[in-house]
């Protein structure tokens, strides 16, 4: 058995499950984002976590639903000082913001459901 678990994991790279996004966040888009009123999602990740794969497809899907807001991104382990500045600890954080107010913080939600009424509810 720890032979074929052994063969398993040599042959099963990481890769396969990674996220192919880039970090979209920046200082002066976020700052300037708030002060225009804007509701900002921001999505906290990591390219080889599973859960943060799923966040960012439905982040991916909720564009499309909601122009009027703005998505932005940034890995997690990559990103420090981000993470640092918006009190994020964890790779798959979800946070939504609007007038420099933090109005809801996720983490882990893979509920397409919840999410999408987390940012029609802002």
């Known amino acids: 058995m720890k032979k074929i678990i052994f063969i398993l ?15 979209t966040f920046t200082m002066e888009v976020f700052k300037k984002a708030q002060a225009e009123g804007k509701v900002v999602v921001i999505n906290s990740w990591n390219k080889t976590c599973l859960t943060c794969k799923k966040q960012t497809q439905i982040l991916e899907k909720a ?16 990103d420090k000082d981000i993470a640092n500045f918006l009190g994020i600890d964890y790779w798959t954080t979800i946070v939504i913001y609007k007038q420099n107010k933090e109005l809801y913080r996720s983490l882990g939600e893979v509920n397409k459901a919840k999410i999408f009424s987390a940012i029609d509810n802002i």
Request: net charge neutral; glycine share 0%.
């Open 63 to 78: 564009k499309k639903n909601f122009d009027e807001v703005l998505f932005l991104s940034f890995e997690q382990t990559k």
């Open 9 to 23: 994991l040599v042959f099963l790279n990481t890769n396969t499950f990674a996220v192919e996004k880039s970090s």
